[in-house]
């Protein structure tokens, strides 16, 4: 992970200091060190970074961390015959069949129909396509519009499986508790249906540059180009009001 530090964040002026890169260093090194099952996996420094310049306390900085991983951990679990993403792939390519067919017809022609190309999106939130200022902003609305209060609960160390879940039931979840995200899929009787918002984030992004994948993407090169080109250049409420669109769109098929 050492050269992760090196290269995360390394416009930024906070990472001049070198005690700053240590700190990014020592937490990445206790979090590797406690999750034995995944480790450190390239990103994490990504969504690391944002701890530690917004939190003076290294320790601090380092339970965020802990915390926010508990819900992403998932992201990084790879295997010979999968990655961890894998099915939030899966899910935009059958959003992206739905809410724009032609596009997705045009990405399976040029070999990208397993969506490879949005790995890196979903992997560590849009911290690379996003200027660093916006990145937060956008993590600031998923989670809202994404809360559930039930969602704290589930990621407790403390009780088996079982007991959380009947933890949860036993708590009627009221809608003006959740946020607008949540509520909609609240509405949908299938669990099927209740994907991440992240997989409507990149959706949106998608069909925001169909036209131009459409009439300029000859190979999957062209793809990754187009896409790499918006790094930096997304709005990130624009990007969050069309992938509710998109959801309310794809929840009415």
């Keep these: 992970s050492g050269l992760d530090v090196r290269r995360t964040d390394r416009t930024l002026v906070f990472y001049e200091k070198e005690e ?41 900085a380092f339970w965020c961390f802990e915390r926010l991983m508990r819900r992403l951990r998932g992201n990084f679990r790879c295997t010979d015959s999968s990655v961890g993403v ?17 596009l997705h017809q045009h990405l399976e022609t040029l070999g990208g129909g397993d969506y490879l190309f949005a790995f890196r999106m979903l992997m560590v939130l849009f911290r690379r396509e996003f200027s660093f200022c916006d990145s937060l902003y ?14 704290f609960y589930q990621y407790e160390d403390s009780g088996s499986d079982m007991e959380k879940t009947e933890g949860a039931k036993l708590r009627q ?67 969050c009001i069309g992938a509710m669109k998109l959801h309310k769109k794809y929840l009415k098929k």
């Design 20 to 60: 700053n890169l240590a700190k990014l260093w020592d937490i990445l090194s206790v979090y590797a060190w406690i999750d034995i099952d995944v480790g450190y996996c390239q990103g994490m420094s990504d969504l690391c970074s944002p701890m530690i310049m917004l939190l003076e306390d290294e320790a601090d």
């Design 86 to 102: 894998e099915t939030q792939l899966c899910s935009l390519a059958t959003v992206t069949q739905v809410i724009d067919p032609k």
């Design 138 to 151: 956008l993590w600031e609305m998923m989670w809202a519009l994404e809360y559930d209060p039930d969602m």
């Design 173 to 239: 979840k009221s809608t003006r508790r959740c946020g607008k995200y949540e509520r909609e899929n609240m509405k949908v009787k299938n669990p099927e249906a209740h994907l991440p918002i992240s997989v409507f984030l990149v959706a949106s992004v998608l069909k925001d540059k169909s036209s131009t994948l459409l009439q300029e993407a000859r190979g999957l090169d062209d793809v990754v180009q187009i896409l790499n080109d918006i790094t930096g250049n997304l709005d990130a409420k624009k990007a």
